[in-house]
């Protein structure tokens, strides 16, 4: 592992290693794996680009059985008055009558969950809970419960794991946060 990095024009340096995020992610699974054992099916539905690499880690730790499935969130600009619309891409399947457990790399503001649950509502899913590999309390500005936290942060920006700066360092498998120099 290499611990400075650079991505583009910032720096980064190692905060959370790969050993650590293993040990989040099973705490994680461990309390879903409790809190879900006698729901009937529920769907895993990761939010693309963001969750893949989690999703991947945290399905591995799951023993009941579940499906899985990827959504994208799109925005486009709608006519002028309604500014800008947001639209979910990827869902086939029908969730009518189903339990969603939404998969997200992080939550910051909630302005991303909040649309995301919006628009799941209007597909009468059974139940949606909401599972994110970070959380950002101090920069979050919703109500909505954030029912599965693997770890909190501070407002620092991160990348690796999935998440990324400008489209870069998805695939790092440690997470790295910005430093000067
Ligand atoms: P929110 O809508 O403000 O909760 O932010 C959601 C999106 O912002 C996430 O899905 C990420 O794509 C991005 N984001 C927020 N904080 C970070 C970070 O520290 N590193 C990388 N992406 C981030
Ligand atoms: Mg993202």
């Not at 910032?10 to 650590?20: C, D, G, K, S, Y």
């Not at 054992?37 to 059985?65: T, Y």
């Not at 503001?109 to 950002?136: D, R, W, Y």
Request: net charge negative; proline share 2%.
């Amino acid at each position: 592992m290499k611990n400075k990095i650079r991505v583009k024009d910032l720096n980064f340096e190692v905060m959370i290693t790969a050993a650590e995020l293993d040990k989040a992610v099973s705490e994680v699974a461990q309390k879903i794996n409790q809190e879900y054992a006698n729901v009937e099916e529920p769907i895993f539905l990761g939010v693309l680009n963001g969750s893949f690499m989690f999703m991947s880690d945290l399905m591995k730790k799951i023993d009941f059985e579940s499906e899985l499935s990827f959504v994208k969130v799109a925005s486009y600009e709608g006519t002028e008055s309604v500014g800008e619309v947001k639209t979910l891409i990827g869902l086939n399947d029908s969730i009518k009558g189903r339990h969603i457990i939404i998969v997200e790399d992080i939550v910051d503001s909630g302005n991303s969950i909040e649309h995301l649950t919006q628009m799941l509502a209007e597909l009468e899913p059974a139940s949606v809970k909401i599972c994110t590999l970070f959380f950002k309390p101090n920069a979050y500005q919703k109500q909505i419960p954030i029912d599965y936290v693997a770890l909190e942060i501070g407002n620092e920006f991160i990348v690796g794991y999935g998440l990324d700066y400008d489209q870069l360092g998805r695939n790092l498998k440690d997470i790295y946060v910005v430093c000067n120099e």
